[in-house]
């Protein structure tokens, strides 16, 4: 058992009991798409109708200018307080205030790596000039710290090993008194592998550094627990997390109290607001509020008769999407085993507890942009390419060109999915012998 999948004490569901006709009967997109099957969910994943009609209601009741005096205005307040109250719970955050929304996790990567570069650039002798980085994030959490060059920081990469999976005993040596922060991903988007977040959070507090997460590709998949993994940042995309195009940055309020911010001088210099500059889409916040909803009426499902705080049917509701996911991924990578793939990451059948159900793949013979496109044809949606990440195309020995193919599946897929792409996968290879 590793820190992704601790039991939560309430049994959860299991693989087998696992409702999932129920949970897809609740997926409007997924009644309507018939027999096509999403399998690029890592790209976005599709919604509940809750969410659906939350961001409805709230175009249709409160589509005004916050902070008001009339009814509709103090309902976007209210609306947006509730998000954030729903959104501190899903990441277990010591207050709601530690939560801002806006445009998505690059956007907000950022912010905080232009913050950091100017605390860099303003310390005595750069004391602490060292930001640690890694060869299997998204770009997104790659070239922004590396950016910070320009402001004398040095970058240290903490590397993947051919295993596919980020080892903490590698980061320990490149710790020391002149580390600033370790800026990793929870869950690499591409190859799916699980990073120990925990203990990278209590290595780097030993020599007094920061931690930035990317949680973004780990958010639908497991339960997220800011406290536990002691870090100091985190970002998610909410359309990745059954909610509408938006994102959220969660820090620790102090830390983010220190971090210098754009904000036009009628803002208060604290988060949410110094962060939360100009007008975000606030029917989307509404969205990511009822998907969180979503989730926790999910998690009441598992838990025993009686009263359960919201965190603890989160915690169901994760464990249970967990258990089920690690058995379509063990099933997923049968398939592509099956038909010769050569799977990138983790593909050992007594490992996939370290991994979700992410996968990247290529087939000798025929190259991924064929693959994805007669994939599509049969109504199987999923992802050629690079993967936006450079620095791991090359560590995979794959061109930024063609890439790999990823198939992304998430808690409403089913194993009769998995079938039809074995099949439509059989097909596509017997063609080409
Ligand atoms: C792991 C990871 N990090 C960052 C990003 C960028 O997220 P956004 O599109 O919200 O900026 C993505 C997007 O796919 C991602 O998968």
Redesign the pocket.
Known sequence: MNQHQKSTGFGGGTATNFPVDEIRAMFPALRKAGDFIFLDN??GAQVPQAVVDAVANHLVDFNVQRMAKYRHSQGVDRNIEEARESVAMLVNAYRPDEISFGM???SFIRLVSVGIGKMLANSPEMERDEIVITDMD?D??IATWLALEADGARIVWWKMREDGELHVEDLKPLLNDRTRLVAC?VTA?SIGTMVDVARVGRLAREVGAEVFL?C??YGPHALIDVQAWGCDYLVC?GYKNFSPHM?FLWGRYEALRRLPTFKEDFIPDVPPYKIEVGTFCHENVAGMNAAVHYLEDLGRRFLPAGDHSRREALAAAMAAIREYEIMLAGRMIAVLKKHGATIYGISDESRLNNRVPTICFNIAGIAPQEMAAEMGEAGIGLRDGHM?SPRLMARLGLSMEHGAVRVSLVHYNKVEEIDRFDRVLGEILSRRK
């Open positions: 890592a790209g998505n996790a690059t998204h997104a959490n991903t988007h990317d973004v590709h995309s994102g936006f």
